[in-house]
């Protein structure tokens, strides 16, 4: 089982996106890194009896204009998508 199917099923039984799950293991142990999703337990040495603190991830959202003040017409990467 890889650590993205541990995350992927804790985050289905609180009822929340994956992406929003931060796994922190404890101090004596190497830190859990976006690159450790494609890993299985066994990879990343997590013991049986090991306990893992699960905390929600802060996402931080850039505010993007869609709208460029100067013409009042749709930003390039706007018009992209939305056309």
């Known amino acids: 089982m890889t650590l993205w199917e541990v995350v ?6 609180m009822n929340k996106s994956p992406l929003k799950i931060l796994l922190r293991r404890d101090v004596s142990k190497p830190e859990i890194t976006a690159s450790d999703y494609c890993k299985t337990l066994s990879q ?18 850039a505010q993007v204009p869609l709208i460029n003040p100067l013409t009042g017409l749709l ?9």
Do not use: S
Request: avoid cysteine; hydrophobic fraction near 40%.
């Open 8 to 13: 992927d099923y804790i985050a289905k039984l």
């Open 44 to 61: 990343l040495k997590i013991e049986n009896n090991e306990e893992i603190t699960i905390n929600k991830a802060q996402i931080i959202h």
């Open 75 to 83: 930003v390039k990467e706007a018009e992209h998508i939305f056309t």
